[in-house]
């Protein structure tokens, strides 16, 4: 897993930005808190940083700027297999962040006074301290310009990306970025929903897995069948 970044222009900045966060995520073992994707000012700045992090136990902790949800027992990941993670969080009067395994919200939590986030994006490293980097694979990040709902959630962890979701209600005009990490390139990241932030990696030790096909067979000369183990449709179908 690589610790991307965009710099220096920010994806959410406002204290009272409506986004959502979702990936695909493989959990390969619990030795320490570890974090998936998560933002700030800088990678080692607190005060503005989003992040969401995942203890010894598999269980998430979602932060922002003034709030900590602590890490909730209904929201554990379990290791050895792929599992969906989203975090939302609402624009309203009395805002709100959710925790969504599997498309089922398992945690919410109700705040007010959310600082302003930072410009800087992260996967798979801590923001403010590079020890929490993430034991096992991502795929799929997409960012939202909007609190998605149940409906939207669903859909969008098993679609890659065009279209509108929710019966129509989300737009691609909400999807901020899209990391597929198909470019099997240890040095940068494009963003699949645009031409901004596209992410750029400061480690080498980053490795792109090519996992597509598992099994290939030739029933005759002419036909060729091939078994792959993805469960959306690619940019390329």
């Not at 994707?37 to 700027?65: K, M, T, Y």
């Not at 060729?224 to 959306?232: A, E, G, I, L, S």
């Amino acid at each position: 897993t690589p610790n991307l970044h965009t710099n220096p222009t920010p994806i959410q900045t406002g204290s009272s930005d409506a986004f959502s966060v979702e990936a695909w995520v493989y959990h390969d073992q619990r030795t320490a808190e570890q974090q998936i994707f998560g933002g700030g000012n800088s990678l080692v700045d607190e005060a503005n940083r989003f992040s969401v992090n995942v203890d010894a136990s598999g269980q998430i902790g979602v932060a922002l700027p003034g709030i900590w949800t602590g890490f909730q027992s209904a929201a554990t990941i379990p290791t050895g297999q792929w599992t969906h993670v989203a975090v939302t969080v609402t624009n309203s009067t009395s805002p709100t962040v959710s925790i969504w395994i599997n498309g089922t919200a398992v945690h919410s939590l109700a705040y007010s006074g959310r600082g302003t986030l930072g410009p800087v994006f992260t996967i798979g490293d801590g923001v403010f301290d590079a020890s929490r980097w993430w034991r096992g694979q991502i795929d799929q990040v997409k960012i939202w310009s909007t609190a998605l709902g149940a409906p939207q959630v669903q859909e969008s962890m098993h679609a890659y990306q065009k279209g509108a979701i929710g019966g129509g209600s989300i737009t691609n005009a909400n999807l901020v970025a899209h990391y597929d990490f198909n470019e099997f390139n240890s040095g940068s990241e494009l963003n699949r929903a645009g031409s901004s932030f596209n992410l750029l990696s400061s480690t080498t030790s980053a490795q792109y897995l090519d996992n597509r096909i598992i099994q290939t067979g030739t029933a005759h000369s002419l036909q060729t069948f091939v078994k792959f183990n993805r469960t959306y449709l690619t940019a390329a179908g």
